[in-house]
């Protein structure tokens, strides 16, 4: 089992920039993919990429490709969202989660998660 905390959300104006973070104890982090989803009011939980367990793979939504970037430190248990270019339609509750199963492209498959953080973008 692992536990997942994010931090690094708030507030930023449209063309902002926030850089998110998940910190993760219990077992051994690089056994897990990771994902970074996100949750708009009313909307369903959407995956907005995922990073393989080396972390030399990458998938993104199209909506946040080439704005956002995901990577991990597995020394330090940690993995990132990078958010550029925010816009207003990117605030959302944003997620971290893992999995030991299956791929960083599929948004199925995630067993943990962290209690999210708020990311705010105004116009």
């Known amino acids: 089992q692992v536990q997942l905390v994010e931090s690094g959300g708030g507030l930023v104006q449209a063309g902002g920039s926030l850089r998110l973070s998940c910190a993760a104890s219990?077992?051994?982090?690089?056994?897990?993919?990771m994902g970074w989803f996100r949750q708009a009011p009313g909307n369903e939980r959407d995956l907005v990429g995922g990073?393989?367990?080396?972390?030399?793979?990458?998938y993104y939504a199209d909506s946040v490709k080439g704005r956002f970037t995901i990577s991990r430190d597995n020394a330090k248990n940690t993995v990132y969202l990078q958010m550029n270019s925010l816009k207003p339609e990117d605030t959302a509750v944003y997620y971290c989660a893992a999995k030991t199963i299956g791929g960083y492209v599929s948004r199925i498959g995630y067993d943990y998660w962290g209690q999210g953080t708020q990311v705010t973008v105004s116009s």
């Open positions: 219990g077992r051994t982090f690089s056994n897990y993919v």
């Open positions: 990073i393989s367990r080396s972390g030399g793979s990458q």
